[in-house]
C-alpha cells in the first residue's frame, strides 16, 4: 500500500514527481499560479478535484470542504516563499507580515499532523534555524516532533547542477530525523555532467522573428516532434528505462544579432569580462555590475543553479557549443525532469515553471529515505 503525501505551493510538480517515484501517492496540492496547476495536473497522478488553486489561508479556511483528503497523511511538503526573510531583518520570521505564507504553512501542519513534513526554502535560511524550529516547535510541540535540517546540493545526488538549498524535515514515528539526513548524504549517487544532460538532444538555431513565439521549424524547433532518443545512461536515469517517442519544450527564443554573435565569441566557462566580447558587450560602464549579464556554461562542468530568471532571457545560459541559450527542455533535464514531462503555457512560462521547480531526482533521494522510516 502506497503512503500519502500532500504538496503545498507545489509549483509545476518537480517535488512532487521525485516523491511519487519513491513511491507516494499525491491525493492533494496547492498552488495559486494557474499555468503551473495545469502543468501539475497534466503530469502527476492526481485529478482536478484533489488540487486547490488559490492562496493557502483559503484553503485553510476552507479546510472542511477537503478534509477527507487530509485524514491519515503521511507526508506534507512544501516550499513556502519567505518575502521578509533577511539575515539584518529583525523582526522573528514568523511575525514577519511578508511571511503570510510561513505561517500557513505551519498552520495546515497543525491541521493534518502528517507522520513527515519537508519544507525546502533558500539556503541562507539555514542561518535562522534556531529561531525556525522554535517557530516549528511551538505551533507543532516539540514532544510531537523530531526536527533537523541540512543544506543539501543537488550536484551530490545526482543532479547535474550546483543548486544549494534549504531543507527541513520533521516526523512523530520516533525517527532521529538527523540520521534521515545522515542517511541521505552517505547514499551512493551517479556523478554526471552537463555534457550528459543536453549533449544528445537535436542542435537549435535561434527565432529571429521578435514577438513570435509560433514558429516551429528544424531551426526553432518543437514543442512536441517524433523522436528518437540515443539510450544514454543519463536518458535511462531520468526516465527510469522506459521508451518516450517524442521530444516536447525544445524551442530556442528570439535573440538579436548582438546577442548572436556574443554567444558565438565567448568560451565556455567564461562572462561578460572576457577581452573575447569586449569590443560588442553592452553597459561596459557597469561591468562590475554586468559581469554575469552574459555566461556561456561548460559540458564537461555541472551547470551552474537554473532559475526562473530564464523566463526574461538565458545570457546567463549560453549552450556550450551553439549560439544560442538553453532550450526549457534542456533546462528541464538539467532539473532531471523526465523527456516527457510536459510543460504548458506560454513558453517564457515553461522557463518559470522549471526554474522554481526543486530538482526532480533529489526528492526522489528524499523520499526513498523516508519510506524506509514509514
Same mark, same amino acid.
Given at each position: 500500500?502506497?503512503?500519502?503525501?500532500?504538496?503545498?505551493?507545489?509549483?509545476?510538480?518537480?517535488?512532487?514527481l521525485?516523491?511519487?517515484?519513491?513511491?507516494?501517492d499525491?491525493?492533494f496540492?496547492n498552488?495559486?499560479n494557474p499555468?503551473?496547476a495545469?502543468?501539475?495536473?497534466?503530469?502527476?497522478?492526481?485529478?482536478?478535484?484533489?488540487?486547490?488553486?488559490?492562496d493557502?489561508?483559503?484553503?485553510?479556511?476552507n479546510?472542511?470542504?477537503?478534509e477527507k483528503?487530509?485524514?491519515d497523511?503521511?507526508?506534507?511538503?512544501?516550499?513556502p516563499?519567505?518575502?521578509?526573510?533577511?539575515?539584518?531583518?529583525?523582526?522573528?520570521?514568523?511575525?514577519d507580515?511578508?511571511?503570510?505564507?510561513?505561517k500557513?504553512?505551519l498552520?495546515?501542519?497543525s491541521?493534518?499532523k502528517?507522520? %513527515?513534513? /519537508?519544507?525546502?526554502? =533558500?539556503?541562507?535560511m539555514a !542561518?535562522? @534555524?534556531?529561531?525556525? &524550529?522554535?517557530?516549528?516547535n511551538?505551533?507543532?510541540?516539540?514532544?510531537?516532533y523530531?526536527?533537523?535540517?541540512?543544506?543539501?546540493n543537488?550536484?551530490?545526488?545526482?543532479?547535474?547542477?550546483?543548486?544549494?538549498?534549504? %531543507?527541513? /524535515?520533521?516526523?512523530? =514515528?520516533?525517527?532521529?530525523? !538527523?540520521? @534521515?539526513?545522515?542517511? &541521505?548524504?552517505?547514499?551512493k549517487y551517479?556523478?554526471?555532467?552537463?555534457?550528459?544532460a543536453?549533449?544528445?538532444?537535436?542542435?537549435?538555431?535561434?527565432?529571429?522573428?521578435?514577438?513570435?513565439?509560433?514558429i516551429?521549424?528544424?531551426?526553432v524547433g518543437?514543442?512536441?516532434?517524433?523522436?528518437?532518443?540515443k539510450?544514454?545512461?543519463?536518458?535511462?536515469?531520468?526516465?527510469d528505462?522506459?521508451e518516450?517517442?517524442?521530444?516536447?519544450?525544445?524551442?530556442?527564443?528570439y535573440n538579436?544579432?548582438?546577442?548572436?554573435?556574443?554567444?558565438?565569441?565567448?568560451?565556455?566557462?567564461?562572462?561578460?569580462l572576457?577581452?573575447s566580447?569586449a569590443d560588442i558587450?553592452?553597459y561596459?560602464?557597469?561591468?562590475?555590475?554586468?559581469?554575469?549579464?552574459y555566461?556561456k556554461?561548460?559540458?564537461?562542468?555541472v551547470?551552474?543553479?537554473?532559475?526562473s530568471?530564464?523566463?526574461?532571457?538565458?545570457?546567463?545560459?549560453?549552450h556550450?557549443t551553439q549560439?544560442?541559450?538553453?532550450s526549457?527542455?534542456?533546462?528541464?533535464?538539467?532539473?532531471t525532469?523526465?523527456?516527457?514531462?510536459?510543460?504548458?503555457?506560454?513558453?517564457?512560462?515553461?522557463?518559470l515553471q522549471?526554474?522554481?521547480a526543486?530538482?526532480?531526482?533529489?526528492?526522489?533521494?528524499?523520499?526513498?529515505?523516508?519510506?524506509?522510516w514509514?
Open positions: 500500500m502506497k503512503k500519502t503525501m500532500i504538496d503545498l505551493f507545489s509549483g509545476c510538480g518537480g517535488l512532487s521525485g516523491l511519487e517515484q519513491a513511491g507516494f499525491v491525493v496540492a498552488d495559486i499555468i503551473c495545469e502543468t501539475f495536473i497534466d503530469n502527476i497522478k492526481i485529478n482536478k478535484n484533489q488540487f486547490f488553486l488559490g493557502i489561508k483559503e484553503l485553510i479556511e479546510y472542511q470542504k477537503y483528503h487530509f485524514k497523511v503521511d507526508l506534507v511538503s512544501g516550499g516563499p519567505c518575502q521578509g526573510f533577511s539575515m539584518a531583518n529583525r523582526q522573528r520570521i514568523i511575525d507580515p511578508r511571511n503570510v505564507l510561513y500557513a504553512y498552520k495546515f501542519l491541521i493534518v502528517p507522520r %513527515f513534513f /519537508i519544507m525546502e526554502n =533558500v539556503k541562507g !542561518k535562522k @534555524i534556531d529561531e525556525i &524550529i522554535e517557530d516549528f511551538k505551533v507543532l510541540s516539540k514532544e510531537e523530531n526536527i533537523d535540517f541540512d543544506v543539501l543537488a550536484k551530490d545526488f545526482g543532479v547535474p547542477q550546483n543548486r544549494e538549498r534549504f %531543507f527541513i /524535515i520533521g516526523n512523530r =514515528v520516533g525517527a532521529e530525523t !538527523k540520521d @534521515i539526513f545522515k542517511n &541521505i548524504r552517505n547514499g551517479e556523478n554526471f555532467v552537463l555534457r550528459d543536453i549533449s544528445d538532444l537535436p542542435a537549435l538555431g535561434t527565432n529571429k522573428v521578435k514577438n513570435n513565439t509560433a516551429e521549424n528544424n531551426e518543437f514543442k512536441k516532434i517524433e523522436y528518437t532518443y539510450k544514454t545512461d543519463y536518458y535511462n536515469f531520468i526516465n528505462n522506459r518516450i517517442k517524442f521530444l516536447y519544450n525544445h524551442k530556442n527564443r538579436n544579432e548582438r546577442d548572436i554573435k556574443i554567444f558565438s565569441l565567448l568560451p565556455q566557462g567564461e562572462n561578460s572576457h577581452h566580447i558587450m553592452p561596459k560602464t557597469r561591468n562590475h555590475i554586468f559581469k554575469d549579464k555566461f556554461l561548460k559540458y564537461d562542468e551547470s551552474k543553479t537554473i532559475t530568471h530564464m523566463k526574461f532571457d538565458c545570457n546567463m545560459y549560453i556550450p549560439a544560442r541559450g538553453l526549457p527542455r534542456e533546462a528541464a533535464r538539467i532539473q525532469f523526465p523527456d516527457d514531462f510536459i510543460f504548458t503555457g506560454a513558453q517564457n512560462s515553461w522557463y522549471i526554474g522554481n526543486v530538482p526532480v531526482k533529489l526528492a526522489k533521494v528524499i523520499g526513498d529515505e523516508i519510506l524506509k514509514l
